[in-house]
T-cell receptor
């Protein structure tokens, strides 16, 4: 079956540090890939997505590139802020109509 | 504003009682989903529906039931058969079941059963 493996957390960074959260996947079909963010006590929000190989998704300074050869979709941001503290989920979706989520990575940014 | 609403935000029930969680969307989306989230874990799919009057079991459907009588509504009933019902429940929708479409999530309902 499909699966998503995320870098284990928690991750703690100082403000303005560089962020990488690793995500790799296995899928039976050709998936689209997503990063969602969840703030405490809330639902998930889409952060960015990529629907085909070599696509780069970007939003609010975050970026991720769909790498089919390494089955990866790592999330990066050049300079994190305290407001980026949240839980980040990598997910894939195939034409079966269901999404598969990673376990989430908790990011804490300290001033 | 278009979006997904879930009510209530917090719900408390005694063991042995059935409870229904509400999920409504005004995005005109065809597909709707229910997930369960436990502390420190990812999302597990309970049920999903790709069209009105049709739904499928997800990975952890035992002890849960759903209905999809209207496009905008997808209520989830947690029955007394669910052995460990205390969790955070998230409802989501997407335009349809196609692979390129992201999911939109509601704010969640935190259910506590004692």
């Amino acid at each position: 079956g499909d699966s998503v493996t995320q870098m284990e957390g928690p991750v703690t960074l100082s403000e303005e540090a560089f962020l990488t959260i690793n995500c790799t996947y296995t899928a039976t079909g050709y998936p689209s890939l997503f990063w969602y963010v969840q703030y405490p006590g809330e639902g998930l929000q889409l952060l960015l997505k990529a629907t085909k190989a070599d696509d780069k998704g970007s939003n609010k300074g975050f970026e991720a590139t769909y790498r089919k050869e390494t089955t990866s979709f790592h999330l990066e941001k050049g300079s994190v802020q305290v407001s980026d503290s949240a839980v980040y989920f990598c997910a894939l979706r195939t034409n079966a109509g269901k999404s598969t989520f990673g376990d989430g990575t908790t990011l804490t940014v300290k001033p | 504003d278009g979006g997904i609403t879930q009510s209530p935000k917090y719900l408390f029930r005694k063991e042995g009682q059935n409870v229904t969680l509400s999920c409504e969307q005004n995005l005109n989306h065809d597909a709707m989903y229910w997930y369960r989230q436990d502390p420190g874990q990812g999302l597990r799919l309970i049920y999903y529906s790709q069209i009105v009057n049709d739904f499928q079991k997800g990975d952890i459907a035992e002890g849960y039931s759903v209905s999809r009588e209207k496009k905008e509504s997808f209520p989830l009933t947690v029955t007394s058969a669910q052995k460990n019902p205390t969790a955070f429940y998230l409802c989501a929708s997407s335009i349809n079941a196609g692979r390129t479409y992201e999911q939109y999530f509601g704010p969640g309902t935190r259910l506590t059963v004692t």
